[in-house]
């Protein structure tokens, strides 16, 4: 019997590559290409009135320069809005190349192609652009205040406006015996993946084709976008995505211009060309998240269940809206978590301002949205002098109550909001005993003593995972036995060759070391969407599971015709098929392989053995009627809806009475993410999202200055959390609600661990301190700041509230 | 992120460096460059060209004596970390190294380069002033040394001239009844710290503290040292909370701390004080521990 390897913490069968320098991103590919530099605008609004080039015209080894008044036909036009959400009433995007107008620092205005990217950056420092300068729009107060406009033509900075609600909200808070009002905030970060954007892209112009590699995480979607751009037929591009150091949101976004220019230069110029964005560049033109200020309104009875809530929310667009509302729907959808409100209305304003753009990154609008909910429920907690899990748990949507919808809302994808499992009280249960929840207070009264500030935070999540339209698989079984493995949607760090690796060996019947997964390229599978919204588990897996019921299906019929039994007393173990309790009767998967194909011609001893002199009944067709030849199996799967993971961080932090310093003493996170496939990798996937969570709450802010200029764009200055920033240790526990929606009973992991963490650490600070915390992340020096504000304002809880 | 296009030049002795220095214009030394290349593939500086001193054998070299540490302008931050008898003679050097960035850049970055860097918010020129090191600087007109006053002449700024190349630093020995901390809270672990603080304390033969002088960093244009002994001197035994209160209000009179994207003004300020107060109270205790060390076995004291 083939031990089951789904469920399995088996080590990650791509690490070894990676960590010993073996991988190949797209900067390694293709030495010797000419290389790309842009220049980029170094002011948040203006008018081009010139661009002088000149200088640049000479210059020994430069091939092309390219402004607007290059690019003809599609190229000219505006980029994609890719998802045209109908509320959307002012889209806006930007060209390839700034034509008359830039409304953000970094925004691409020209492009150099040069031998090597030294000359390309020596030319783009000597182009000179006249510019007239606009007045920047920068910050959410900025552009509500609409007194000047980033686009001329759209009033007061709007992009859309977007209301959604069911029951009476407002006639519920109004009754209610108690009301509360917050009015919050959370700042701007950004993805900052290891790996910046990089695209490199080869013309052949003997068979017409174009190659593309690109740091991507839709292989589809740029290739899409390139055959739209560039006027090619979609069979004529290629597109492959070569090991991508990271992605987490913002490589979803496509096409990026320099996607688009570089293969529009290696046409033009009959030479393989490449772009490798820098760090610099990643931070003042690739994509940001995050910032929203928050009001809410809540009404609630004497135990704290709440009646109503009114949820007002102004969302930081930046200066362009590529990828729709994505962001500000899921936070006003997901606001709602774990809880049964029995009222509610939301209404957001995307706001356009004179900075880089935003869109989703790892979290994607849940974690402001689970910042205003729980910053809202500690309140309520706090008002009404009750235990904060408690205020929880008794608005928990019960066990019993799934599948569970909200009122008529819709998520993210159009469809109705509605969960499909989960076990929230029970979640609840294990992420008290986790952290020591019923322990604290005499915890707390050691440290006190000591003179020590302690302070315990708590927050919920629910997040929908596996978003549609579809992913597929296909599942090849080579002669050698092999099993090459294919699906369309990218890989990013995630551990899909081992994952995808366990389910194709569980459902065939395969051994682990004989599976091989490749990912992201469209010559395998054309067909796909990507990975993003923690969907690739879901909606891959469940592909990938399906594609190999069909091999095996039809493994099962070629043994059963080979053997001269019934399939129903065939069973498949480490990849060879034989008769139940006759081990003795078998027949391997390479062999099957071998006599699905039959063959003219024999080129090896394996393929003799499957020439049409061989195989198959003389009375019959070589391939039967209704087969195909070879041995494999390819599906499609495509759920009605998403499917929500849900799952509660709880941290214990250390205020310092002296410094203000934060120090986390404990941090711990209950799951539950349906069926593991690898418990090792989803543990991965929680450290890595705790990790950036940190460095949401604590550290990490876009530090825009009036003009619009971003202050801290390095790694110097914009803190991303080292090792020795996070939690030395994360103490993990997992549940598993299976969910009804796919074959395996899969929810999304990968976005998880960043989701709660600001909320969570805002409640503890606040617990620590007893001083209402409004606004995340938080510093030292903020902190200090709230605690000289406090004493001025005689407004410090003495006892926290646990 | 690429440089624009220089000159490169790596002399095999110090004196055709010195002689290449001095015909050259807008040239700049390199060593270590931490701060240099960094800079120059941000296209903030450019330098016509580059002259490599790593090749120079004299210059990589530590000299430890009874008198101190001396140390060529090539000896990295973790040669100096490594070296077996550099934290016996002067405790000082350790101790404010480890917060020195972290331990990759350790590696490369130079402790020479670091001072002539004269970053007020670098840990090793604060210490160059507040252990009164000396630092040769040579050039084809001969040779002279300099003390922190004379070489910090403003932020990033030193005195040397254009054709001086500075060949290496002395940090004396800590002296007897002496004793040492540095301590500093930065945003990261290895980051710029929002403020340091050194500290060293001397005890008169009767354990009361005779002197206490203290060195900033990130407080101040220029790194500086401040003489903290009016609160002090004169104590034994526990400090009191009130004595280096005071010590924090008057290191603070001698400070500028400014806000940036990471701290406020008043929030630096609050470090200082805390600071000061854990430095002195720590470099007290390691006084007082080196004194009953060298009390208790004279004949060992410094060997």
Known sequence: MTTKSIGEPIARVEDARLVTGQGRYADDLMPGALEMAVLRSPHAHARIVDIDLEAVLDLPGVHAVYTYDDLTGPMAEPLPLLIPHPTLTHGRTQYALAKDEVNYVGEAIAVVVADDRYIAEDAVGRILVSYEFLPPVVGIDKARAAEHLVHDDVPGNVAARMEQGFGDAAGAIAKAPHKLVLDIEVERSAATPMEGRGTVARWDRDLGRMSVWSSTQTSTGVRAAIASKLGLDLGQVDLVTPDVGGGFGVKIVHPWPEELLVPFAARALGRPVKFIEDRREHFISSAHERGQQQHIEVGFDEDGRVLGVDFRFWHDHGAYTPYGLIVPIITSTQFLGPYKIPNYHVVFESLYTNTVIVTPYRGAGRPQAVYAMERMLDAIAAHLGIDRTLVRERNFIQPDEFPYAHGEMSFQDGRPLVYDSGNYPELMAKAKALVGWEDFERFRDEARAEGRKVGIGIACYVEGTGVGPYEGGHVTIETSGKVKVSTGLTTQGQGHQTAFAQIVADELGARFEDVEVVTGDTRRSPYSVGTFASRAAVMSGSAIALAARKAKEKALRLAAQALEVDESDLEINDGVVSVKGAPGTSIDLGTLAVLSNPLRYAFDEASKAATQFVVGDPGKPPVPEGEEPGLEGKDFYSPMRSTFASGIHAVIVETDPDTAEIEILKYAVVHDCGTLINPRIVEGQIHGGVAQGVGGALYERMEYDESGQLLNASFMDFLIPYVTEIPKKIDIDHQVTPSPLNPLGIKGAGEAGVIPTAAAFASAIEDAEGITITSMPISPSQLFDLRLQAAADGTTNQEGTN | ?303
């Open chain 2, 1 to 303: 992120m690429k440089p624009a296009p220089f000159g490169y030049r790596r002399p095999g002795s110090l004196a055709e460096a010195l002689t290449a220095y001095a015909d050259a214009s807008d040239a700049k030394i390199g060593a270590g460059g931490q701060s240099l290349i960094p800079l120059l593939s941000m296209r903030l500086a450019s330098v016509a060209e580059l002259i490599d001193i790593n090749g120079i054998e004299e210059l990589s070299r530590i000299t430890v004596s009874e008198d101190g540490v001396r140390f060529g302008a090539t000896v990295r931050h973790s040669d100096l970390l490594a070296h077996e008898q550099v934290a016996a003679v002067q405790p000082m050097i350790p101790a404010a190294l480890h917060h020195v960035a972290h331990a990759t850049i350790r590696n490369r970055g130079t402790t020479v380069g670091s001072i002539v860097h004269a970053d007020a918010s670098g840990e090793m020129p604060t210490v160059f002033a507040l252990l009164d090191g000396r630092l040769t600087v040579q050039s084809v007109r001969g040779t002279r040394e300099l003390a922190a006053p004379e070489l910090f002449i403003g932020p990033l700024e030193t005195s040397l001239a254009a054709d001086e190349i500075a060949t290496e630093v002395f940090l004396p020995a800590l002296a007897p009844r002496h004793g040492v901390a540095f301590d500093e809270i930065a945003r990261r672990h290895g980051d710029y710290a929002l403020v340091g603080v050194g500290a060293v304390v001397g005890l008169d033969a009767d354990g009361a503290i005779a002197s206490v002088r203290a060195g900033y960093v990130s407080v101040s244009e220029v790194p500086t040292v401040v003489d903290l002994g009016e609160p002090l001197v004169g104590h034994r035994g526990e400090i009191t909370d009130d004595a280096l209160r005071a010590a924090g209000e008057l290191a603070l009179s001698h400070l500028e701390p400014e806000a940036d994207i990471h701290a406020t003004a008043h929030y630096r300020a609050q470090l200082v004080r805390v600071l000061t107060g854990r430095v002195v109270r720590a470099a007290y205790d390691d006084a007082v521990a080196r004194s009953n060390r060298s009390e208790g076995t004279p004949s060992n004291a410094r060997s």
